[in-house]
T-cell receptor, first 108, second 114 residues
Framework: KNEVEQSPQNLTAQEGEFITINCSYS?????LHWLQQHPGGGIVSLFM?????KKHGRLIATINIQEKHSSLHITASHPRDSAVYIC??????????WGAGTKLIIKP | DTEVTQTPKHLVMGMTNKKSLKCEQH?????MYWYKQKAKKPPELMFV???????INESVPSRFSPECPNSSLLNLHLHALQPEDSALYLC?????????????FGSGTRLTVV
């Protein structure tokens, strides 16, 4: 079992839909990161969380430390949101443990 | 300046060539990282520099040679690579000790070994 599990692996939705991507982890962490990667491109850091909830524009990230679970939500999704979304956790040694990513496609 | 800049964006090299990848940041980050990413896989950590000193080498073959000449610059020297080394090479940086801040990634160098 991977230390960081994401679901779903693939997600296709229509423009405007509310999107949820989930991340569960099994190790102790100091922080959890949500990152975005467009095809063939670099990685953009969306959020770093250690507790609670953060919001940036149409993106919302939540974390439940007790349940070792985090979610990334996208409201009013748009085709430009199509990308791979990656959950990564930072352990006590500051190194990242990566999830496998969720490939999101938003159709117009 | 809040970016990590990687050059070149694309590189094609033969197995006998020597080339270098460059990564630069001016955010005062003292931890810098090299990652290798194969298609449809998460990035794999290669090297970590802390205060310009190599702190982690994840058993990377010696044909990859990192260098950190100053606090803003990180190089990855490549020599005698194999076709299976073709991948996206990502650089990242981070403030050391600043738990409030995350990582900043570059846009990567797409390397093809022929």
């Amino acid at each position: 079992k991977n230390e960081v599990e994401q679901s779903p692996q693939n997600l296709t939705a229509q423009e405007g839909e509310f999107i949820t991507i989930n991340c569960s982890y099994s190790v102790g962490i100091s922080a959890l990161h949500w990152l975005q990667q467009h095809p063939g491109g670099g990685i953009v850091s969306l959020f770093m969380l250690s507790s609670g909830k953060k919001k940036h524009g149409r993106l919302i990230a939540t974390i439940n430390i007790q349940e070792k679970h985090s979610s990334l939500h996208i409201t009013a999704s748009h085709p430009r949101d199509s990308a791979v979304y990656i959950c990564a956790v930072r352990g006590s040694n500051y190194q990242l443990i990566w999830g496998a990513g969720t490939k999101l496609i938003i159709k117009p | 300046d809040t970016e990590v800049t990687q050059t070149p964006k694309h590189l094609v090299m033969g197995m006998t060539n020597k080339k270098s990848l460059k990564c630069e940041q001016h955010m005062g980050h003292r931890a810098m990282y090299w990652y290798k990413q194969k298609a449809k896989k998460p990035p794999e950590l290669m090297f970590v520099y802390s205060y310009e000193k190599l702190s982690i080498n994840e058993s990377v073959p010696s044909r990859f040679s990192p260098e950190c000449p100053n606090s803003s610059l990180l190089n990855l020297h490549l020599h005698a690579l194999q076709p299976e080394d073709s991948a996206l090479y990502l650089c990242a940086s981070r403030h050391i000790g600043q738990t409030l801040y995350g990582y900043t990634f570059g846009s990567g160098t797409r390397l093809t070994v022929v």
